[in-house]
């Protein structure tokens, strides 16, 4: 059964936890709640554990490359196969693929046999992956609240993400320098379990798919077209591929940061990041509390542009604490931006095409990224990680700005498909 329908209004709770009135989504958040910050975990260590076996920022832009343009070229066969397949099955085989890779890369890494092509293969592999788990994932959402609540279930995905993002990073600078890199990946392994729990629990209504006739390729190719044609949409995506093309590679070289600019070492990276996410938790429970998403146009550009002014103020930083605090405002900002795109593409596309839009929402999310973090990695090793995060800054804000420029026509071709997400999330009614 489709656990849709609302609880009776006294079950509903406060206005920011409404989409947890839904069964099926409170199972999902619970297994995710438990599970993510093993992913942030296992990352964090990933990334010190190929500094610590190589010393190179150049490297560390390939692993970033490896384990995200998989993503890249994934997501829209992933998306395709999301909007044909049941997509809570989907989301049990990609669970189990990825957990089997956190052991593997455990085992390798506990023994003392790992090497960096090793982690190299299976960073890729996770990345096929996750090319067909994060479409799929993000076009399921809808599946366990229906319409009314998605901006809510969005927005709390985004917020049990970002404690995660304070949680993980943390809990990994603290059991690398105690441990080894090894039990991280072990532990992200085991973390699986409570997904899995959690997807089998749900009970969905098989959703009507439609006869599909044509390939997959014709597939993919409609939703390009969909794209194409609608103006809000290709803004939307355009805008947050290139901020994660400039601005989001400036993870990938933060064990630079924290090691040879900051003097933190491990736990100091662990820190850092924790702060950043902290600072995207505070965006995305803001986003929570909204009743409503219109005004949320406005909200785009002004993140994306605080994200890159954060990343230039965070690369003129010397001081780890200084830095720490800039990374909390320059998270805030980047998660205002992906949080609230992510709300307005879902609320924009019709349910046939939700996983292959989302799929390009993916391949601009984590596919550009490591582009990104190859460039960035390469021009480090010429100009110095503080001088490549604050060009990225710079393209971030740039980026903003032409998608300011284009705010009016954007509304203006939402208006005219049915959707008011006008400039004022007070209003009632359609301007």
């Given at each position: 059964m489709n656990d849709t329908n609302p609880s009776p209004p006294a079950a509903r709770g406060p206005a920011m936890l409404r989409a947890l009135r839904h069964r099926n989504y409170r199972l999902f958040l619970f297994g995710q709640l438990l599970s993510l910050p093993g992913t942030w975990i296992q990352a964090v260590a990933q990334s010190w554990l190929i500094y610590r076996l190589t010393g190179s920022s150049v490297l560390l832009g390939v692993a970033g490359f490896a384990g995200q343009f998989p993503v890249f070229l994934m997501a829209p066969l992933g998306g395709a196969v999301a909007d044909r397949v049941d997509r809570r099955r989907i989301l049990i085989g990609t669970q189990i693929a990825a957990a089997v890779l956190a052991l593997l890369l455990a085992a390798l890494t506990l023994s003392g046999q790992v090497v960096v092509w090793q982690v190299f293969v299976l960073a890729a592999l996770l990345g096929v992956v996750n090319g067909f788990d994060l479409p799929a994932r993000q076009a399921f959402t809808v599946e366990l609240v229906g319409r009314e609540d998605l901006p809510n279930a969005i927005a709390l995905n985004s917020s049990v993400f970002n404690a995660a993002r304070l949680v993980g990073p943390a809990v990994a600078g603290v059991l690398v320098a105690a441990a080894g890199e090894g039990w991280c990946f072990l532990l992200n392994g085991v973390s699986y379990a409570t997904v899995l729990a959690a997807l089998l629990a749900i009970r969905v209504t098989r959703r009507e798919r439609g006869v599909h006739t044509g390939s997959l390729l014709a597939h993919i190719a409609d939703g390009l077209r969909y794209v194409r044609g609608h103006l809000p949409i290709r803004s939307l995506l355009l805008l947050l591929g290139m901020v994660s093309l400039a601005g989001m590679p400036y993870a990938v070289l933060m064990p630079v940061f924290a090691d040879r600019i900051l003097g933190g070492g491990a736990q100091g990276l662990g820190i850092l990041m924790s702060c950043a996410g902290g600072g995207a938790l505070v965006g995305a429970l803001l986003?929570?509390?909204?009743?409503?998403?219109?005004?949320?146009?406005?909200?785009?550009?002004?993140?994306?542009?605080?994200?890159?002014?954060?990343?230039?103020?965070?690369?003129?930083?010397?001081?780890?604490?200084?830095?720490?605090?800039?990374?909390?405002?320059?998270?805030?900002?980047?998660?205002?931006?992906?949080?609230?795109?992510?709300?307005?593409?879902?609320?924009?596309?019709?349910?046939?095409?939700?996983?292959?839009?989302?799929?390009?929402?993916?391949?601009?999310?984590?596919?550009?990224?490591?582009?990104?973090?190859?460039?960035?990695?390469?021009?480090?090793?010429?100009?110095?990680?503080?001088?490549?995060?604050?060009?990225?800054?710079?393209?971030?804000?740039?980026?903003?700005?032409?998608?300011?420029?284009?705010?009016?026509?954007?509304?203006?071709?939402?208006?005219?498909?049915?959707?008011?997400?006008?400039?004022?999330?007070?209003?009632?009614?359609?301007?």
């Open positions: 986003l929570a509390a909204r009743r409503s998403p219109r005004g949320l146009t406005a909200w785009v550009p002004w993140g994306a542009f605080g994200f890159g002014l954060g990343l230039l103020a965070f690369s003129l930083s010397r001081s780890f604490w200084l830095s720490g605090l800039l990374l909390a405002p320059t998270g805030f900002a980047m998660m205002v931006q992906m949080a609230a795109s992510n709300t307005l593409l879902q609320l924009l596309v019709p349910d046939a095409l939700r996983g292959r839009v989302m799929s390009l929402y993916s391949m601009m999310f984590m596919g550009m990224a490591p582009l990104g973090a190859l460039l960035a990695g390469a021009l480090a090793g010429l100009i110095g990680a503080p001088a490549t995060v604050a060009l990225g800054g710079v393209l971030c804000m740039l980026a903003a700005l032409w998608f300011r420029r284009r705010l009016p026509a954007i509304r203006e071709a939402a208006r005219a498909l049915g959707h008011a997400i006008g400039p004022s999330a007070d209003q009632r009614n359609p301007p």
